[in-house]
């Protein structure tokens, strides 16, 4: 084998395979390598999203919430929902919990306990 016609298909493997961003990249992909087309594999949920999603999980923090009542935080977030500063109660959240998603979801559940106290009154 002569090194003109290795580096010649060395480099039209290099620029086809470059041409994968703008084309099929499943089939292209596969003409290079000279395999059959690959599909994605399903991706598993993340275990941080799965987190106290159990019912058994769920029940007790319910259980010990009513028990205990609400963190410190959790009281100045409800105050700030009923003065109806939305964003700063966010901001706050994100603050103490580490994670926009994370201050997202106890806006919303902090937002509904809101909700169930001005139903009761």
């Known amino acids: 084998v002569s090194t003109q016609s290795t580096w010649g298909h060395f480099l039209s493997v290099y620029f086809f395979s470059k041409m994968v961003h703008w084309t099929n990249q499943r089939t292209v992909s596969a003409k290079v390598r000279r395999v059959s087309a690959t599909h994605p594999r399903p991706k598993a949920k993340?275990?941080?999203c799965q987190r106290g999603t159990f019912s058994k999980v769920r029940a007790v923090k319910e259980f010990i919430t009513e028990v205990l009542g609400s963190t410190p935080y959790e009281k100045r977030m409800i105050e700030l929902l009923k003065v109806g500063r939305e964003k700063r109660a966010l901001r706050?959240?994100?603050r103490r919990l580490g994670s926009h998603k994370?201050?997202?979801a106890k806006r919303e559940q902090m937002s509904k306990i809101v909700q169930k106290m001005k139903t009761k009154k």
Request: hydrophobic share 35%.
């Open 92 to 94: 706050f959240a994100k």
């Open 46 to 48: 993340k275990q941080s």
């Open 102 to 104: 994370r201050a997202k």
